[in-house]
């Protein structure tokens, strides 16, 4: 089955640019939507975006101006690039498939979720 | 504030049934998107549960159920058990925010 793996740095300084990536293993990245997803410490989930295996995304307006979703498919990989980082970014931030159909959409599965600190 | 209205908390003991109310409005339940629920144990990634509103993915148990109707929507567990004690999500697609979103959660406490 599908198993998603985050990686990236722990510890960002404000006003850097944070960069993630997620490893699909167990199935191919392509014929699939892909998803981030964070959750600050103590607090509710907030979507961050997608990308499907063809490049076309989506992402949260209340994010849209400083995110960017990327995919490679020869690595079964897809990324996140956060710019302009404040302490509003700490978060726990997770990749998932985005599955589903327009009007029915759902996460699954996710990968553990990295935690990540902006701080100097 | 999110656009999808949870309780904060919720308890019953074991054996019991417990709902967990999602309050939506016309601009996502309304508007015909389904409702999909998951499932946060301590320390761990959340975890599909219910997804098209009342369908259960794979292992997950028949104590757990979904439903909605018009602008709300409601997650049920039979038979409450130890193990159920975690943190619920409702989620869907909000027009009016053009993003999809999650409810603000419930914490379910086992007594």
């Known amino acids: 089955q599908v198993q998603l793996q985050e990686s990236g740095p722990g510890l960002v300084k404000p006003s850097e640019t944070l960069s993630l990536t997620c490893s699909v293993s167990?199935?191919?990245?392509?014929?699939?939507?892909w998803a981030w997803i964070r959750q600050p410490p103590g607090k509710g989930l907030e979507w961050i975006g997608y990308i499907s295996d063809s490049g076309n995304t989506d992402y949260n307006p209340s994010l849209k101006s400083r995110v960017t979703i990327s995919i490679d498919t020869s690595k079964n990989q897809f990324s996140l690039t956060v710019l302009s980082l404040t302490a509003a970014d700490t978060a726990v931030y997770y990749c998932?498939?985005?599955?589903?159909?327009?009007?029915?959409?759902?996460?699954?599965?996710w990968g553990q979720g990295t935690l990540v600190t902006v701080s100097s | 504030q999110s656009v999808l209205t949870q309780p904060p908390s919720v308890s019953g003991a074991p054996g019991q049934r417990v709902t967990i109310s999602c309050s939506g409005s016309?601009?996502?339940?309304?508007?015909?998107?389904?409702v999909h629920w998951y499932q946060q144990l301590p320390g761990t990634a959340p975890k599909l549960l219910i997804y098209g509103d009342r369908n259960r993915p794979s292992g997950v148990p028949d104590r757990f159920s979904g439903s909605k109707s018009g602008t709300s929507a409601s997650l049920a567990i039979t038979g409450l058990q130890a193990e159920d004690e975690a943190d619920y999500y409702c989620q869907s697609y909000d027009t009016s925010l053009s993003a999809w979103v999650f409810g603000g959660g419930t914490k379910l406490t086992v007594l």
């Open positions: 998932a498939r985005d599955y589903g159909s327009w009007g029915s959409r759902w996460f699954d599965p």
């Open positions: 016309d601009s996502n339940f309304g508007a015909g998107f389904d």
């Open positions: 167990g199935g191919s990245i392509k014929k699939n939507h």
